[in-house]
């Protein structure tokens, strides 16, 4: 794989420290190199997109957002929604990355605009096969705007 001059930033929105530990694991196991920032539920997600307080005040735009769907506060269903409602955030691909395979959270992802839809493997090699191909996809294969 090809991979970009400069590491593209991930925002990884997962409540779950062991998927968010795996996922790590993942992306530097398969020499992606990533800057990966991480949240722990929706709204946090839309305070780091939106620079609020002072954590997130110096937070970098991702270029890739992998949001799980069931997380506490402000689920994945309702992040989705609100980041593609604003004019400043609609643009950043979102790919849905969560352990539900039900057909009405696939169809509901992809209508409110999510960009993909991956269900997290229960395998650790599967869910690492998993993340290398996303990383094939994402950063050798598709081409994302130009940062400003």
């Known amino acids: 794989m090809n991979?970009?001059?400069q590491p593209l930033t991930i925002l990884l929105v997962e409540d779950e420290p062991a998927d968010a530990h795996l996922v790590k694991t993942a992306l530097?196991?398969?020499?992606?190199?990533a800057d990966l920032r991480q949240v722990i539920d929706g709204r946090e997600a839309l305070e780091y997109l939106r620079h609020q307080g002072p954590r997130f005040a110096a937070a970098p735009r991702p270029d890739l957002i992998l949001l799980d769907l069931n997380m506490p506060r402000?689920?994945?269903?309702e992040c989705l929604a609100a980041l593609?409602?604003?004019p400043d955030l609609c643009n950043i691909p979102v790919v849905v990355l969560t352990t539900s395979d039900v057909e009405r959270d696939v169809v509901s992802s992809y209508t409110l605009g999510a960009a993909g839809y991956i269900t997290k493997?229960?395998?650790?090699?599967?869910?690492?096969?998993?993340?290398?191909?996303?990383?094939?996809?994402?950063?050798?294969?598709?081409?994302?705007?130009?940062r400003k």
Do not use: C, T
């Open 74 to 77: 402000m689920d994945g269903r």
């Open 28 to 33: 530097s196991e398969n020499h992606i190199l």
């Open 84 to 86: 593609k409602r604003d």
């Open 3 to 5: 991979a970009p001059m």
């Open 121 to 146: 493997p229960i395998d650790v090699l599967q869910f690492m096969a998993a993340i290398r191909d996303l990383g094939v996809y994402w950063f050798a294969l598709v081409r994302l705007p130009q």
